[in-house]
């Protein structure tokens, strides 16, 4: 869709956002070289995790020490080794890796042209249970569920639903016409990326048309519905919080 005279899609309010492919500038991270990363949501726009696009080069490659912070990283395309601690793992589109807080991770030997998208947040603790081990998935081999028992809505749920974890990230496909039964409005917040496909997100009192490549942040109690338009599947990949005591 071109954006001509200054026009654009993206839209950041208080308590949502939207980023188009069109809008990205590139931040320099530390750890991270051979690679245009763009840090699409973080603090600076209200938001209690990071979500950055990570685009590699001939050469390029990305490391982050142990900290209290856990990463989830997607490959939407090419391929690299993911290490996180002692494991290591060959990883291509679809593939995904969970380094916990106090493991170190890397990508290595990056294929050009790499894409990964990372979710990352502060770890926190819940007395009385472990913290969760690192995890390499492929979301070919995860089995989806119709949501709420509509066949239009599949989920898929890439990480343990185990109360250790204090964030989850899941995939959504949606079949033409396809939606979200009802208007959410929950404590959790969201990070998304749209992978497929395209549709209209309705977020507090406005609805947006989106497309692959497009990133939501909606805040905790941001109203939101999603509907797929077009003749092709839409999905995204998304993020939120879970699993933590309300006060
Ligand atoms: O998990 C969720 O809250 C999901 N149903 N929300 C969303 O897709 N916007
Ligand atoms: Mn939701």
């Not at 290595?108 to 009385?128: D, E, N, W």
């Not at 989920?155 to 396809?178: I, K, R, S, T």
Request: charged fraction near 15%; aromatic fraction near 12%; proline fraction near 8%.
């Amino acid at each position: 869709m071109p954006e001509l005279f200054g026009s654009t899609r993206a839209r950041i309010a208080p308590r949502h956002a939207l980023i188009t492919p069109g809008n990205h500038v590139n931040s320099a991270v530390p750890g991270i070289t051979g690679a245009t990363t763009v840090v699409l949501i973080n603090e600076a726009m209200g938001a209690k995790f990071a979500q950055t696009l990570v685009t590699f080069q001939e050469g390029g490659q990305a490391t982050r020490g142990a900290s209290d912070v856990q990463t989830f990283g997607y490959f939407m395309d090419g391929s690299a080794t993911a290490t996180v601690g002692r494991d290591k793992k060959k990883c291509s589109a679809g593939h995904y890796f969970y380094a916990p807080p106090g493991q170190a991770w890397s990508l290595t030997s990056v294929k050009p042209g790499t894409q990964v998208t990372l979710f990352q947040k502060k770890y926190v603790p819940l007395a009385g249970t472990a913290v969760p081990k690192a995890i390499f998935g492929d979301a070919a081999k995860v089995t989806g569920t119709p949501f709420l028992g509509d066949p239009a809505a599949n989920l898929q749920v890439l990480l343990p639903d185990e109360p250790g974890f204090d964030m989850a990230v899941n995939l959504f496909a949606y079949e033409p016409g396809g939606h979200l039964p009802f208007v959410e409005v929950h404590v959790m917040e969201h990070g998304l990326v749209m992978l497929d496909g395209q549709g209209v997100y309705r977020m507090e009192d406005s609805w947006y048309p989106v497309q692959a490549g497009d990133v939501i942040w909606m805040a905790p109690y941001c109203a939101q519905w999603f509907v797929a338009m077009g003749k092709k599947p839409a999905s995204y990949l998304y993020y939120k919080d879970v699993n933590r005591p309300a006060l």
